[in-house]
């Protein structure tokens, strides 16, 4: 299992996805998350955003953190963020923490993008 998780970002008219490559979250990688989230909604004023996190097999708490912080900062904007997971142990913590009723959750990048049109 690689620690080396790859972030890329594709930026369409009405929103970005970004995509979270590798099966577990390091650290870092939550900070780059992070950094990519703020200069989105910040800087570039993207305000519709799909969180690809179908490849992680687990997520840790920095990476949740980082979700809902900009979450918190997309909604004072009327921004919206969508995510897409997979494993049912990424699901999971999200439904522990109850952040699966706060957070639009689906399986896949067609109804991920519905929400947006």
């Known amino acids: ?4 998780n790859t972030i890329s970002v ?21 900070f780059r998350l992070k950094e990519i989230l703020n200069n989105l909604i910040v800087k570039e004023k ?3 955003i799909i969180l690809d996190l179908s ?3 687990f997520i840790e708490s ?6 809902v912080d900009a979450y918190k900062s997309l909604i004072m904007i009327n921004g919206k963020m969508n995510l897409i997971v997979k494993a049912r142990s990424v ?4 439904e522990v923490s109850q952040l699966d009723k706060l957070l639009r959750i689906y399986d896949n990048l067609d109804d991920a993008k519905k929400s947006f049109i």
Do not use: A, P
């Open 1 to 4: 299992m690689s620690n080396n």
């Open 10 to 30: 594709k930026k369409f008219e009405r929103y970005s996805i970004i995509k979270i490559s590798g099966e577990i979250v390091s650290l870092s990688t939550s």
């Open 46 to 48: 993207v305000y519709q």
């Open 55 to 57: 490849e992680l097999k």
């Open 62 to 67: 920095s990476l949740i953190g980082v979700i």
């Open 91 to 94: 699901y999971e913590r999200f």
